[in-house]
C-alpha cells in the first residue's frame, strides 16, 4: 500500500501519452502540459484565491483516469436530453458517444476531437489550449495533458444556428477522473446558444476536471447556458476561458446544484472594443455540499459592457463562495460594469462567502457592485401564509421567486421548466 | 348591516398581547356577527395595527391572556394558514413584494389551497383566468396585473386594489382591511369602497381598521370603537366616527382617562 503520495503525484504518474506520436502537435501540447503540472502544486486554504474552498478531501482518493469503455443504452438517458436541441454531443466519462449524440456527420462544424484532427488539425492547433492557460492552473494543466476527447463546436461566419446545441456530459465509472474538454469557435457574425451539462448516471464517486474555451469572432453573439449537476459524491472542478472579439456579444447563466465540492472559474477577456457581456449565476446547495464560483471580467480595450448578477441559495450545512472580480485596464476608457451579488441563507447553519474584487486603472469608467446576503422575509413569508399557504409551500414559493430571476433568463424552454422543478422541490427536501 | 338573531363571528374577551415583552395589547373586548361592518380607529400607537395582525396570527406577537373565539373555533390554536381556510382575511396596510412571482400564479394558488382545504373545487389555469377577470372588472383593474410580478412596482393603490381582488377570490367570513385608505386618493377610494360594498353580504364581516373617518364615508360601519392605549375605549355608531373628526381624539382620550380614575 502506498502512503503519502498525492492527487497529483499519481495523476503524473499515470499520464499515457509519452511514447505516442511524439511528433504532432497535440502530444506537444499535452507534453508541455505534463511537465507544468508536474511543477506546480495542489491548492490548499493558504493559497488566497482557494481559501475558502478546501479540497484537502481530493488528495487521498485513489483516482485513476477514466476510460473509453462504458456502454449505455440510451433508454437510460434520455430524459436528460433537450428536445429542442437538434444538435447533441454526448461525452460519457469525457469519452465521445456517437450513439447517443445526433449530429451531421458530413459538416465539420461540430464533432469530437478525433473527427476533427484528422480533417481539420491546423484549425484545432490554432486554437486548443491558447485561451485556457495552464501555466500558474494545475487543474487546467492535467486536463491539457491527457486531453484525449472534446467537445468542437465551429460556427461558421455569419451563420445562426436557431436551435440550441447541446453538449452532455454523463459520468459513469466510480472512483476515477474525468477530464471532459469544450471547444468553440463562432466565426465572425455567427450565433448560437450553447448548453453545456453536466451531470451524473448513478451514485458514482468520481471526480471531472473540465476545461472550456471559446472563441468569439468580431460581432458573434453566443449565449452560454451551463449547468452543473453532478451527484452529491462528485468533486467537479472546471475552467472556462472566453475571449471576446470586437462588438462580440457573450451572454453566460451558469447554474450549480450538484457536487460535494465544486469550482468554476470562468474567465471572459473582453478583448476588443464594443464587446459586451451578461455573466448571471444561480448555486442551489444543500446538505454539505461546497459550491465556488470564481469568475473574472477583464476589460482589456474601450467601450466594453459587463453585466453581471450571481445568486445563491445555501441551505442546511452547505457553503457557497462567490469571487466576483473585474478588471479594467488603462486603455479600457469607457467601460460600464455593474456586478451584484445576491445570497440567501435558508438555515443557521448555512454559510456563503461573497467578494466582489473591482481592480480599475482608468479613470473614465462607470462601475458599480453589491453584495447582499439575507434570509427569507418573515413578513413575506407570513404573507402568503395569511393567504392559506403552508409554511412549506411559503418557504419554497419564496425561494423559487430568488431564483427565478436567474432561470428565466435561460432561452430553452424544457431546461428552464426542469430547473423550476428542481428548485421548488429543494426547499421542501428541508 | 345589523340582523337579527345573527350568528356571532368573532367573539374577543380580555386579549392582551406583547411584542419583546412591550404590551401593546391590553384587554381587549369585541363582538362581531354575520352581516355587520365594525370600525376600529384611534391614533397611531393605540395598537389598532397590532390588533389586526393578532388576529391573522402573526408569530411575532406573543398572547399573554385573553381569548379569540372564531366561528365555533379557538382561534390562537390555529397559525395563520389555517386561520386563513376557515375563513379570515386581512388585507394589509403595506402588502409586500414578491419580485419572480406572477401576480397570476400566487393569485390561484392562493385560492386553490383554500378551495381544496374548503373542500371546493380548484380551478385549472384557464378556468382561473376567467374567474379572476371576471372578479377584477369589480376593481376596475388593468389585465397587466396579472402578468406582473406579485405587488413589485404597483402604486399605492394597485397594492390595495389587489388586497381586495384577493378578498373577492378567497371568499372570507371576516375581513380586516388594515388602513385600506391609506396612500389612495379619492377616485381609487371610491373603487376600492365599491368593491367591499359588493363583497359584503349577510353572511360576512368586515371590521375596517383606520386613522381617518374619510374611508367611513363610502364604507358605512354598523358600529365604531376608538381604540387608546391597547384598549377599546368608546363604542358607537356610525356618528361615533363623525364626532370624533369635529371634536378630535383628545376628547375620547381625555374622556378616557377621567372614567379610568374613576373606575381605579
Redesign the interface.
Given at each position: 500500500m502506498v502512503i503519502n503520495t498525492d492527487y497529483l503525484e499519481r495523476s503524473l504518474e499515470s499520464w499515457p501519452f509519452t511514447n505516442t506520436k511524439p511528433s504532432s502537435w497535440l502530444n506537444q501540447l499535452r507534453a508541455n502540459a505534463i511537465d507544468q503540472a508536474s511543477m506546480l502544486r495542489l491548492p490548499t486554504k493558504r493559497d488566497e484565491e482557494w481559501r475558502f474552498t478546501d479540497i484537502s478531501a481530493l488528495t487521498h482518493l485513489p483516482f485513476r483516469p477514466s476510460q473509453p469503455e462504458n456502454i449505455i443504452h440510451i433508454g437510460d438517458v434520455e430524459h436528460l436530453f433537450l428536445k429542442e436541441a437538434k444538435i447533441r454531443l454526448v461525452f460519457i466519462d469525457g469519452y465521445f458517444s456517437s450513439s447517443l449524440s445526433i449530429f451531421d456527420p458530413t459538416s465539420l462544424t461540430v464533432g469530437n476531437l478525433p473527427m476533427f484532427l484528422s480533417s481539420n488539425s491546423a484549425y484545432l492547433e490554432s486554437h486548443l489550449g491558447r485561451l485556457a492557460k495552464y501555466e500558474d492552473n494545475v487543474f487546467t494543466a492535467l486536463n491539457t495533458a491527457f486531453l484525449s476527447d472534446a467537445a468542437v463546436v465551429s460556427i461558421p461566419k455569419n451563420a445562426a444556428v436557431r436551435d440550441p446545441i447541446h453538449l452532455l456530459f454523463i459520468a459513469t465509472q466510480n472512483e476515477v477522473t474525468s477530464y471532459p474538454r469544450c471547444l468553440l469557435v463562432c466565426e465572425e457574425g455567427s450565433n448560437i446558444t450553447l448548453v453545456e451539462e453536466y451531470i451524473a448516471h448513478n451514485n458514482a464517486k468520481y471526480i471531472t476536471n473540465s476545461v472550456s474555451e471559446f472563441f468569439l469572432a468580431p460581432h458573434a453573439n453566443v449565449k452560454h447556458i451551463r449547468i452543473q449537476r453532478e451527484n452529491l459524491e462528485a468533486f467537479h472542478l472546471a475552467n472556462c476561458a472566453v475571449s471576446l472579439d470586437r462588438a462580440s456579444q457573450y451572454q453566460s447563466i451558469s447554474i450549480s446544484t450538484g457536487a460535494r465540492i465544486s469550482r468554476y472559474n470562468q474567465n471572459v477577456f473582453l478583448n476588443d472594443e464594443a464587446a459586451e457581456c451578461t455573466i448571471d449565476g444561480l448555486t442551489m446547495i444543500s446538505n454539505q455540499q461546497l459550491a465556488d464560483t470564481h469568475s473574472c471580467i477583464d476589460h482589456i480595450k474601450p467601450h466594453g459592457t459587463s453585466y453581471q448578477q450571481h445568486k445563491c441559495i445555501v441551505n442546511e450545512k452547505a457553503h457557497a463562495v462567490f469571487n466576483g472580480r473585474i478588471v479594467v485596464r488603462p486603455h479600457a476608457q469607457q467601460t460600464n460594469s455593474s456586478q451584484s451579488s445576491r445570497n440567501l441563507l435558508l438555515s443557521k447553519t448555512a454559510q456563503v462567502n461573497t467578494k466582489p474584487q473591482l481592480e480599475i486603472f482608468a479613470n473614465d469608467v462607470k462601475c458599480a457592485h453589491g453584495a447582499t446576503v439575507g434570509q427569507l422575509?418573515?413578513?413575506?413569508l407570513?404573507?402568503?401564509?395569511?393567504?392559506?399557504?403552508?409554511?412549506a409551500?411559503a418557504r419554497s414559493?419564496?425561494t423559487?421567486?430568488?431564483?427565478?430571476?436567474i432561470i428565466?433568463r435561460i432561452p430553452v424552454t424544457s431546461l428552464r421548466q426542469r430547473l423550476e422543478h428542481a428548485i421548488l422541490t429543494q426547499e421542501s427536501k428541508s | 348591516m345589523i340582523v337579527s338573531n345573527s350568528k356571532t363571528i368573532l367573539a374577543v374577551q380580555g386579549l392582551h398581547a406583547s411584542i419583546n415583552g412591550k404590551e401593546i395589547l391590553k384587554g381587549i373586548d369585541l363582538t362581531v356577527k354575520r352581516g355587520e361592518i365594525h370600525a376600529i380607529m384611534g391614533l397611531n400607537g393605540s395598537g389598532k395595527s397590532t390588533f389586526a395582525k393578532v388576529l391573522a396570527g402573526h408569530s411575532a406577537y406573543e398572547i399573554t391572556a385573553g381569548s379569540i373565539q372564531f366561528e365555533n373555533k379557538n382561534l390562537l390554536d390555529l397559525p395563520p394558514e389555517e386561520r386563513a381556510h376557515a375563513g379570515l382575511f386581512l388585507a394589509f396596510q403595506y402588502p409586500v413584494e414578491i419580485p419572480g412571482v406572477a401576480n397570476i400564479q400566487f393569485l390561484r394558488l392562493a385560492y386553490n389551497t383554500i378551495q381544496s382545504q374548503r373542500g371546493k373545487e380548484e380551478l385549472d389555469p384557464l378556468e382561473f383566468d376567467d374567474f379572476v377577470r371576471e372578479k377584477m372588472k369589480l376593481l376596475n383593474m388593468k389585465p397587466d396585473f396579472l402578468d406582473r410580478s406579485v405587488n413589485e412596482g404597483f402604486s399605492g393603490g394597485e397594492k390595495k386594489r389587489n388586497e381586495i381582488l384577493q378578498m373577492a377570490l378567497l371568499e372570507p367570513r371576516l375581513s380586516i382591511l388594515d388602513e385600506m385608505d391609506s396612500g389612495l386618493d379619492i377616485d381609487a377610494l371610491k373603487t376600492v369602497a365599491n368593491g367591499v360594498n359588493q363583497i359584503m353580504n349577510k353572511d360576512n364581516a368586515t371590521i375596517l381598521v383606520t386613522h381617518y373617518q374619510r374611508l367611513l364615508d363610502y364604507i358605512v360601519p354598523d358600529f365604531v370603537h376608538v381604540m387608546h392605549a391597547g384598549r377599546i375605549v368608546l363604542t358607537g355608531g356610525k356618528e361615533l366616527a363623525l364626532e370624533l373628526e369635529t371634536r378630535g381624539y383628545d376628547w375620547v382620550i381625555n374622556h378616557s382617562e377621567s372614567t379610568n380614575k374613576v373606575t381605579a
Amino acid at each position: 500500500m502506498v502512503i503519502n503520495t498525492d492527487y497529483l503525484e499519481r495523476s503524473l504518474e499515470s499520464w499515457p501519452f509519452t511514447n505516442t506520436k511524439p511528433s504532432s502537435w497535440l502530444n506537444q501540447l499535452r507534453a508541455n502540459a505534463i511537465d507544468q503540472a508536474s511543477m506546480l502544486r495542489l491548492p490548499t486554504k493558504r493559497d488566497e484565491e482557494w481559501r475558502f474552498t478546501d479540497i484537502s478531501a481530493l488528495t487521498h482518493l485513489p483516482f485513476r483516469p477514466s476510460q473509453p469503455e462504458n456502454i449505455i443504452h440510451i433508454g437510460d438517458v434520455e430524459h436528460l436530453f433537450l428536445k429542442e436541441a437538434k444538435i447533441r454531443l454526448v461525452f460519457i466519462d469525457g469519452y465521445f458517444s456517437s450513439s447517443l449524440s445526433i449530429f451531421d456527420p458530413t459538416s465539420l462544424t461540430v464533432g469530437n476531437l478525433p473527427m476533427f484532427l484528422s480533417s481539420n488539425s491546423a484549425y484545432l492547433e490554432s486554437h486548443l489550449g491558447r485561451l485556457a492557460k495552464y501555466e500558474d492552473n494545475v487543474f487546467t494543466a492535467l486536463n491539457t495533458a491527457f486531453l484525449s476527447d472534446a467537445a468542437v463546436v465551429s460556427i461558421p461566419k455569419n451563420a445562426a444556428v436557431r436551435d440550441p446545441i447541446h453538449l452532455l456530459f454523463i459520468a459513469t465509472q466510480n472512483e476515477v477522473t474525468s477530464y471532459p474538454r469544450c471547444l468553440l469557435v463562432c466565426e465572425e457574425g455567427s450565433n448560437i446558444t450553447l448548453v453545456e451539462e453536466y451531470i451524473a448516471h448513478n451514485n458514482a464517486k468520481y471526480i471531472t476536471n473540465s476545461v472550456s474555451e471559446f472563441f468569439l469572432a468580431p460581432h458573434a453573439n453566443v449565449k452560454h447556458i451551463r449547468i452543473q449537476r453532478e451527484n452529491l459524491e462528485a468533486f467537479h472542478l472546471a475552467n472556462c476561458a472566453v475571449s471576446l472579439d470586437r462588438a462580440s456579444q457573450y451572454q453566460s447563466i451558469s447554474i450549480s446544484t450538484g457536487a460535494r465540492i465544486s469550482r468554476y472559474n470562468q474567465n471572459v477577456f473582453l478583448n476588443d472594443e464594443a464587446a459586451e457581456c451578461t455573466i448571471d449565476g444561480l448555486t442551489m446547495i444543500s446538505n454539505q455540499q461546497l459550491a465556488d464560483t470564481h469568475s473574472c471580467i477583464d476589460h482589456i480595450k474601450p467601450h466594453g459592457t459587463s453585466y453581471q448578477q450571481h445568486k445563491c441559495i445555501v441551505n442546511e450545512k452547505a457553503h457557497a463562495v462567490f469571487n466576483g472580480r473585474i478588471v479594467v485596464r488603462p486603455h479600457a476608457q469607457q467601460t460600464n460594469s455593474s456586478q451584484s451579488s445576491r445570497n440567501l441563507l435558508l438555515s443557521k447553519t448555512a454559510q456563503v462567502n461573497t467578494k466582489p474584487q473591482l481592480e480599475i486603472f482608468a479613470n473614465d469608467v462607470k462601475c458599480a457592485h453589491g453584495a447582499t446576503v439575507g434570509q427569507l422575509d418573515e413578513e413575506e413569508l407570513f404573507y402568503l401564509e395569511s393567504r392559506g399557504l403552508s409554511p412549506a409551500t411559503a418557504r419554497s414559493l419564496l425561494t423559487y421567486a430568488f431564483g427565478a430571476e436567474i432561470i428565466n433568463r435561460i432561452p430553452v424552454t424544457s431546461l428552464r421548466q426542469r430547473l423550476e422543478h428542481a428548485i421548488l422541490t429543494q426547499e421542501s427536501k428541508s | 348591516m345589523i340582523v337579527s338573531n345573527s350568528k356571532t363571528i368573532l367573539a374577543v374577551q380580555g386579549l392582551h398581547a406583547s411584542i419583546n415583552g412591550k404590551e401593546i395589547l391590553k384587554g381587549i373586548d369585541l363582538t362581531v356577527k354575520r352581516g355587520e361592518i365594525h370600525a376600529i380607529m384611534g391614533l397611531n400607537g393605540s395598537g389598532k395595527s397590532t390588533f389586526a395582525k393578532v388576529l391573522a396570527g402573526h408569530s411575532a406577537y406573543e398572547i399573554t391572556a385573553g381569548s379569540i373565539q372564531f366561528e365555533n373555533k379557538n382561534l390562537l390554536d390555529l397559525p395563520p394558514e389555517e386561520r386563513a381556510h376557515a375563513g379570515l382575511f386581512l388585507a394589509f396596510q403595506y402588502p409586500v413584494e414578491i419580485p419572480g412571482v406572477a401576480n397570476i400564479q400566487f393569485l390561484r394558488l392562493a385560492y386553490n389551497t383554500i378551495q381544496s382545504q374548503r373542500g371546493k373545487e380548484e380551478l385549472d389555469p384557464l378556468e382561473f383566468d376567467d374567474f379572476v377577470r371576471e372578479k377584477m372588472k369589480l376593481l376596475n383593474m388593468k389585465p397587466d396585473f396579472l402578468d406582473r410580478s406579485v405587488n413589485e412596482g404597483f402604486s399605492g393603490g394597485e397594492k390595495k386594489r389587489n388586497e381586495i381582488l384577493q378578498m373577492a377570490l378567497l371568499e372570507p367570513r371576516l375581513s380586516i382591511l388594515d388602513e385600506m385608505d391609506s396612500g389612495l386618493d379619492i377616485d381609487a377610494l371610491k373603487t376600492v369602497a365599491n368593491g367591499v360594498n359588493q363583497i359584503m353580504n349577510k353572511d360576512n364581516a368586515t371590521i375596517l381598521v383606520t386613522h381617518y373617518q374619510r374611508l367611513l364615508d363610502y364604507i358605512v360601519p354598523d358600529f365604531v370603537h376608538v381604540m387608546h392605549a391597547g384598549r377599546i375605549v368608546l363604542t358607537g355608531g356610525k356618528e361615533l366616527a363623525l364626532e370624533l373628526e369635529t371634536r378630535g381624539y383628545d376628547w375620547v382620550i381625555n374622556h378616557s382617562e377621567s372614567t379610568n380614575k374613576v373606575t381605579a
